[in-house]
């Protein structure tokens, strides 16, 4: 049997690792870099995925798609160069391509695996994911919560200490926290909360939005009628934003309409102080999920003895300022916060593996929300549909199975419909349909018919309902979700089939595909009398490559990226290429 890998499939970025003996291990990808930007891009038969992805996406926004995670489980698609996808099926695109690194890495074949998911993720967003997996070769051995990894990374070092502990885990498009107790190598999920559209991108986003309003224009019209100027802003706010973790103001320059950035481009300066202004509305957006996981473990914020940081977006000054002042204490980072759910995620996988440095590490987690039935209530003598009756409540310790009771309302009821919601309002209208099913076969009689429904949380997160007509013990019982029936194996082969239409380009390329893609977005952003070298530098390095002649081309590679560096760099993001940026 192969080994089990751990995936972080983020939002923004992925990343893939491996219990070793001496501790989990990131692997790199064909560029050598631990974290695969989660951009998937198609140019005619070909598939893009990572950081050459990430490139082509702002010369060709309509050709790529990124933050899809946001997408799981829900209808949306997207068609690129004539191919439509669904974030399944972009999802399963980066998942192959972290899995063409680990076996590259490995020497091995494998096909199984650990991701992770937001702690938020609903049932349906975790069984696409699943879907994902299984599209892309891997049997998903474990679906396990994003800030539940993070915690199995820090507690792996610290097994011997007792603590209750908040993981703030702020990504590129999710916010969850969890609170945990670690003691004696036990890690106790007593609660998470958390935000499915609340992250870093909305930081990037909100200064985008400021930055176009200040010259004049609106966000949403602008996307549509000069999508180029927007993706290239997006990338300026998104470097300006990462400066400004480590410095006190810098500077956004304004596309133009075609997206590039002329020498006299307007500029506009941005302070920290401004920029936590403009994103303050978001920021606030942290605080409800705090308060809620908070009040369902039963703690005040003075009771938590450390609270951990994890996600790219927890680096931003003022997340972090607010979090120390809402906590009254320092937090603490020793972990990468890019890595450490990949890292916790590979240890889970070698506690599945049963991994020998590993057996004294007991994991429990909680249901992110409250599932229950529609049921009818009598007021004032009469019958009103509607109403919520909660059989798994929000933060029980999973897996779970719980029953609760129902009755027939009508003489000679002959069947009841069965529907299962998600979410803590009173009223089922206010709460998420996951699906329905219908008993049938009650036998005749008064009213007051009972009916068990029984609800079963695995710990993956997935739903299993149930019910039984206690006279007659008929059974009828639901896998969910609504979107996301379990693929068959038609639909399974048919979107395997789309996928495999797409080529990847040989592994060993991808560092000049990458080249070749910064080159020709700086190419559409330089101002045309800057072009003319870089046309240069480009065709030659085109010619070279078909030449195959490698030391030709390294020498023409170097020329080029020396080029590119000079009038672009990629501080703040990926480090250079070729580094991590864990080395930072
Ligand atoms: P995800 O798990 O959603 O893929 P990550 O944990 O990789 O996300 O975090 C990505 C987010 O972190 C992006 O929105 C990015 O802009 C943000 N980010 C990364 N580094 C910094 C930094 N130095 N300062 C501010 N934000 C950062
Ligand atoms: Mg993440």
Same mark, same amino acid.
């Given at each position: 049997?192969?080994?089990?890998?751990?995936?972080? %499939?983020?939002?923004?970025?992925?990343?893939?690792?491996?219990?070793?003996?001496?501790?989990?291990?990131?692997?790199?990808?064909?560029?050598?870099?631990?974290?695969?930007?989660?951009?998937?891009?198609?140019?005619?038969?070909? %598939?893009?995925?990572?950081?050459?992805?990430?490139?082509?996406?702002?010369?060709?926004?309509?050709? #790529?798609?990124?933050?899809?995670?946001?997408?799981?489980?829900?209808?949306?698609?997207?068609?690129?160069?004539?191919?439509?996808?669904?974030?399944?099926?972009?999802? #399963?695109?980066?998942?192959?391509?972290?899995?063409?690194?680990?076996?590259?890495?490995?020497?091995?074949?494998? /096909?199984?695996?650990?991701?992770?998911?937001?702690?938020?993720?609903?049932?349906?967003?975790?069984?696409?994911?699943?879907?994902?997996?299984?599209?892309?070769?891997?049997?998903?051995?474990?679906?396990?919560?994003?800030?539940?990894?993070?915690?199995?990374?820090?507690?792996?070092?610290?097994?011997?200490?007792?603590?209750?502990?908040?993981?703030?885990?702020?990504?590129?498009?999710?916010?969850?926290?969890?609170?945990?107790?670690?003691?004696?190598?036990?890690?106790?999920?007593?609660?998470?909360?958390?935000?499915?559209?609340?992250?870093?991108?909305?930081?990037?986003?909100?200064?985008?939005?400021?930055?176009?309003?200040?010259?004049?224009?609106?966000?949403?019209?602008?996307?549509?009628?000069?999508?180029?100027?927007? $993706?290239?802003?997006?990338?300026?706010?998104?470097?300006?934003?990462?400066?400004?973790?480590?410095?006190?103001?810098?500077?956004?320059?304004?596309?133009?309409?075609?997206?590039?950035?002329?020498?006299?481009?307007?500029?506009?300066?941005?302070?920290?102080? /401004?920029?936590?202004?403009?994103?303050?509305? /978001?920021?606030?957006?942290?605080?409800?999920?705090?308060?809620?996981?908070?009040?369902?473990?039963?703690?005040?914020?003075?009771?938590?003895?450390?609270?951990?940081?994890?996600?790219?977006?927890?680096?931003?000054?003022?997340?972090?300022?607010?979090?120390?002042?809402?906590?009254?204490?320092?937090?603490? #980072? /020793?972990?990468?916060?890019?890595?450490?759910?990949?890292?916790?995620?590979?240890?889970?996988?070698?506690?599945?593996?049963?991994?020998?440095?590993?057996?004294?590490?007991?994991?429990?987690?909680?249901?992110?929300?409250?599932?229950?039935?529609?049921?009818?209530?009598?007021?004032?003598?009469?019958?009103?549909?509607?109403?919520? %009756?909660?059989?798994?409540?929000?933060?029980?310790?999973?897996?779970?199975?719980?029953?609760?009771?129902?009755?027939?309302?009508?003489?000679?009821?002959?069947?009841?419909?069965?529907?299962?919601?998600?979410?803590? $309002?009173?009223?089922?209208?206010?709460?998420?349909?996951?699906?329905?099913?219908?008993?049938?076969?009650?036998?005749?009689?008064?009213?007051?018919?009972?009916?068990?429904?029984?609800?079963?949380?695995?710990?993956?997160?997935?739903?299993?309902?149930?019910?039984?007509?206690?006279?007659?013990?008929?059974?009828?019982?639901?896998?969910?979700?609504?979107?996301?029936?379990?693929?068959?194996?038609?639909?399974?082969?048919?979107?395997?089939?789309?996928?495999?239409?797409?080529?990847?380009?040989?592994?060993?390329?991808?560092?000049?595909?990458?080249?070749?893609?910064?080159?020709?977005?700086?190419?559409?952003?330089?101002?045309?009398?800057?072009?003319?070298?870089?046309?240069?530098?480009?065709?030659?390095?085109?010619?070279?490559?078909?030449?195959?002649?490698?030391?030709?081309?390294?020498?023409?590679?170097?020329?080029?990226?020396?080029?590119?560096?000079?009038?672009?760099?990629?501080?703040?993001?990926?480090?250079?290429?070729?580094?991590?940026?864990?080395?930072?």
């Amino acid at each position: 049997m192969s080994r089990i890998v751990g995936i972080d %499939l983020g939002t923004t970025n992925s990343l893939i690792a491996i219990m070793e003996a001496d501790g989990p291990k990131l692997i790199p990808n064909s560029l050598g870099q631990k974290l695969t930007p989660s951009v998937v891009g198609v140019e005619g038969d070909h %598939l893009l995925v990572g950081m050459t992805a990430k490139e082509y996406q702002v010369s060709h926004p309509d050709r #790529c798609a990124s933050v899809f995670k946001r997408y799981m489980g829900s209808d949306w698609s997207v068609t690129l160069a004539g191919r439509k996808m669904s974030a399944i099926d972009l999802s #399963c695109c980066v998942l192959r391509s972290l899995v063409a690194d680990a076996e590259h890495y490995l020497g091995e074949a494998v /096909t199984s695996a650990v991701i992770t998911v937001p702690a938020y993720f609903n049932e349906e967003q975790r069984r696409a994911t699943i879907a994902a997996g299984q599209m892309a070769g891997l049997k998903v051995e474990r679906i396990v919560n994003e800030p539940t990894a993070a915690a199995i990374a820090y507690g792996l070092h610290e097994a011997d200490s007792q603590k209750t502990a908040v993981i703030i885990d702020l990504g590129g498009g999710t916010f969850d926290v969890s609170i945990v107790e670690m003691f004696e190598g036990v890690l106790e999920i007593r609660a998470s909360a958390g935000e499915i559209f609340l992250g870093g991108e909305d930081f990037t986003d909100a200064c985008v939005s400021q930055i176009l309003n200040q010259a004049g224009m609106k966000f949403e019209h602008t996307e549509m009628q000069e999508p180029l100027r927007v $993706s290239r802003l997006r990338r300026e706010c998104e470097q300006a934003k990462r400066r400004l973790t480590n410095e006190a103001s810098t500077e956004v320059r304004l596309p133009n309409s075609q997206g590039e950035i002329e020498p006299d481009a307007p500029r506009y300066a941005i302070t920290r102080e /401004t920029f936590d202004l403009w994103t303050k509305s /978001t920021l606030d957006r942290i605080l409800s999920p705090i308060r809620r996981a908070l009040g369902d473990a039963g703690l005040k914020r003075q009771e938590i003895d450390e609270v951990i940081l994890a996600g790219g977006a927890s680096r931003m000054p003022s997340l972090i300022k607010r979090i120390e002042e809402l906590f009254e204490r320092p937090t603490r #980072c /020793t972990i990468n916060p890019d890595e450490v759910v990949a890292l916790g995620a590979a240890v889970n996988a070698g506690i599945l593996d049963r991994h020998e440095s590993l057996s004294e590490i007991v994991v429990t987690d909680v249901a992110p929300f409250t599932m229950g039935v529609e049921i009818c209530r009598e007021i004032g003598g009469e019958d009103r549909d509607g109403y919520y %009756l909660p059989i798994i409540n929000r933060n029980t310790t999973i897996p779970v199975s719980r029953v609760e009771r129902v009755v027939t309302r009508a003489a000679n009821q002959s069947k009841v419909n069965v529907s299962v919601y998600q979410g803590e $309002s009173r009223l089922v209208k206010d709460n998420q349909l996951l699906g329905s099913f219908e008993v049938t076969g009650i036998p005749p009689g008064p009213p007051g018919q009972e009916i068990d429904i029984r609800f079963t949380y695995d710990l993956n997160g997935i739903l299993e309902a149930e019910a039984v007509i206690v006279k007659t013990q008929k059974r009828a019982a639901q896998v969910f979700t609504r979107h996301m029936k379990n693929l068959s194996e038609n639909q399974m082969k048919t979107a395997l089939d789309k996928m495999q239409a797409l080529k990847a380009h040989p592994r060993d390329e991808e560092e000049n595909r990458l080249l070749l893609k910064w080159a020709e977005r700086l190419y559409m952003e330089l101002p045309h009398r800057e072009r003319n070298r870089l046309d240069q530098l480009i065709t030659g390095f085109e010619e070279v490559l078909e030449s195959q002649d490698q030391a030709q081309i390294k020498i023409f590679a170097e020329e080029l990226g020396a080029f590119l560096k000079a009038f672009d760099s990629f501080e703040g993001e990926q480090g250079d290429y070729g580094t991590s940026p864990s080395d930072e």
